[in-house]
């Protein structure tokens, strides 16, 4: 079996070890690696994953345009790369102009880390941008444990931009929302052709019967499968998906076929 790990992290050799270190410490939860692109790539060969996709986050607006220029910079042997623009930067739209060119396959959101709701109005003119570039948009979903109890991304905020926006292309990722797992079988899941779902790090949180449940109820074909290494093995989620009864073409779209599709690779 081929894999196409769609969500994992990696930052500056000069700024991995403060930054794995703080979050490790906030979470309580033991990185997979050193946090540096190198250290990533070595984790996805060892667990037999020839792509993944890396997904940076602005913290602050000014962080933007030296983010997606380091993120263009490390592409390459199997490495793609998503961009980050901030909701609160002035020249949002600019930089998502400046993603395209870049070559960067879309833009990742971290409601917690940049402090809005995803369907919040101030961002609909950042989604028909995001949507007219044919770029995807990428958004950590659910309860996060690096963050403060209030979770902004919810599935019903997801239902409503995958509505307001049917041309946006939105992945939506720990199954669609982190330990919300009942409102994501009442609000999205199966109910939007433009709303994918990543599986990333979600091994330790779900049963297997609930699980089974919402990919049934999405559809293998907009499932995809992510660890969101280094916050977990990638190991697990392959485990996951491997002893859920799927047939062996879902397990193929999940692990790789559908990420091939998305990006258009």
Same mark, same amino acid.
Request: aromatic share 10%.
């Given at each position: ?6 969500? !994992? ?49 602005? !913290? ?206």
């Amino acid at each position: 079996m081929r894999y196409f790990d769609f969500h !994992t992290h990696a930052f500056t050799d000069t700024l991995a070890n403060r930054a794995v270190e703080g979050l490790s410490l906030t979470s309580g939860i033991q990185p997979a690696t050193d946090g540096t692109v190198s250290g990533l790539r070595r984790k996805l060969e060892k667990n037999g994953i020839d792509r993944a996709l890396l997904l940076p986050v602005a !913290t602050k607006p000014s962080q933007q345009e030296t983010i997606n220029n380091w993120a263009a910079s490390v592409m390459g042997g199997g490495l793609y790369c998503c961009g980050t623009v901030h909701p609160a930067a002035e020249n949002a739209l600019e930089e998502l102009e400046r993603i395209r060119s870049l070559g960067l396959c879309g833009v990742k959101f971290h409601s917690e880390y940049q402090d809005f709701c995803p369907d919040e109005e101030r961002m609909f003119p950042i989604y028909e941008k995001i949507a007219e570039l044919e770029l995807i948009a990428v958004f950590h979903g659910g309860w996060d444990p690096y963050s403060a109890d209030e979770i902004k991304a919810t599935p019903q905020s997801f239902a409503a931009v995958a509505k307001t926006f049917p041309k946006l292309k939105i992945v939506a990722a720990h199954l669609g929302g982190m330990k919300l797992w009942d409102d994501i079988e009442k609000y999205t899941a199966g109910k939007f052709e433009n709303l994918w779902f990543d599986v990333s790090v979600i091994a330790r949180y779900i049963d297997d019967g609930q699980l089974l449940r919402i990919l049934k109820k999405q559809g293998a074909e907009r499932v995809l499968f992510g660890s969101d290494c280094p916050w977990d093995e990638p190991a697990n989620e392959i485990a996951m998906i491997e002893r859920m009864p799927l047939t062996n073409e879902e397990k193929e779209l999940i692990f790789y076929k559908n990420a091939e599709k998305l990006l258009g690779i």
